[in-house]
């Protein structure tokens, strides 16, 4: 029996629908970064990353750590 479990995969496609959280996820897949670098190289306030980034982590795409 198949089960469609929309949740999870809305939340993921809804994450990846950004442009700029595609990008984010590009850069990280490549190395960690903060997010002080990732507003940097994304040309935008540090507010406006982390709710990125947040959107990110809630779909189980990224995690964070605070250091």
């Given at each position: 029996?198949?089960?469609?479990?929309?949740?999870?995969?809305?939340?993921?496609?809804?994450?990846?629908?950004d442009?700029?959280?595609?990008?984010?996820?590009?850069?990280?897949?490549?190395?960690d970064?903060?997010?002080?670098?990732?507003?940097?190289?994304?040309?935008?306030?540090?507010?406006?990353?982390?709710?990125?980034?947040h959107?990110?982590?809630?779909?189980?795409?990224?995690?964070?750590?605070?250091?």
């Open positions: 029996m198949v089960q469609y479990q929309g949740a999870p995969l809305d939340t993921s496609f809804a994450a990846l629908s442009v700029t959280r595609r990008g984010v996820l590009e850069k990280l897949a490549r190395a970064a903060s997010i002080t670098d990732l507003a940097d190289q994304f040309h935008m306030t540090l507010t406006g990353m982390k709710k990125h980034v959107v990110l982590e809630q779909a189980g795409l990224v995690t964070t750590e605070k250091v």
